[in-house]
């Protein structure tokens, strides 16, 4: 996807958070990589929660940030459809994040508000949006490392 190492410690603003963003993209994608059908979309916690769960949410929350485009049921952006393969869902995040970063790329002043909203009452800037899908995607990373230890082994990034 990208550069799998976090950013320079003498980045400026911009890079810094793209930086750490990419870097916890590239996570929730290795962790996906290869991981075993059907257990990949099985849950391994009572919430229902799997990894391609995981990959599919990512994907609506990118969407909606960077894009402006609403799901109409967030709850089904966590449950991946029977025909949704795990190679289509990761490949649909890492499209997601391309278009993204363009979107992130065109921005010159992380304190203007985001180019599309996807809720024209409430706008967020940039920076806003940049350190809430670090967390979003730092803790939805997070369940991808336990998940997928739990069907397979497979540790670390």
Same mark, same amino acid.
């Not at 916890?24 to 257990?39: I, S, Y």
């Given at each position: 996807?990208?550069?799998?190492?976090?950013?320079?410690?003498?980045?400026?603003?911009?890079?810094?958070?793209?930086? %750490?963003?990419?870097y916890l993209r590239d996570a929730v994608?290795?962790?996906?990589?290869?991981?075993?059908?059907? =257990?990949?979309?099985? $849950?391994?916690?009572?919430?229902?929660?799997?990894?391609?769960? @995981?990959?599919?949410?990512?994907?609506?929350?990118?969407? %909606?940030? %960077? @894009?402006?485009?609403?799901?109409?049921?967030?709850a089904a952006t966590m449950r991946p459809?029977?025909? =949704?393969?795990?190679?289509?869902? @990761?490949?649909?995040?890492? =499209?997601?994040?391309?278009?993204?970063?363009?979107?992130?790329?065109?921005?010159?002043?992380? $304190?203007?508000?985001?180019?599309?909203?996807?809720?024209?009452?409430?706008?967020?800037?940039?920076?806003?949006?940049?350190?809430?899908m670090i967390e979003e995607t730092g803790?939805?990373?997070?369940?991808?490392?336990?998940?997928?230890?739990?069907?397979?082994?497979?540790?670390?990034?």
């Amino acid at each position: 996807m990208t550069d799998t190492r976090p950013p320079r410690v003498d980045a400026d603003e911009k890079t810094t958070l793209l930086g %750490f963003l990419n870097y916890l993209r590239d996570a929730v994608g290795d962790k996906t990589t290869g991981a075993p059908e059907p =257990e990949g979309r099985t $849950s391994g916690v009572p919430s229902g929660t799997s990894v391609l769960g @995981l990959v599919k949410h990512l994907t609506a929350v990118e969407r %909606f940030h %960077f @894009l402006g485009e609403n799901p109409a049921d967030w709850a089904a952006t966590m449950r991946p459809a029977p025909e =949704e393969t795990a190679e289509q869902l @990761l490949a649909g995040y890492r =499209e997601a994040v391309e278009q993204a970063n363009r979107v992130i790329g065109g921005c010159t002043d992380l $304190s203007l508000p985001i180019p599309h909203p996807p809720r024209p009452a409430s706008v967020p800037t940039m920076r806003w949006v940049l350190v809430h899908m670090i967390e979003e995607t730092g803790r939805h990373a997070g369940h991808a490392d336990i998940l997928r230890e739990q069907i397979d082994g497979a540790v670390g990034r």
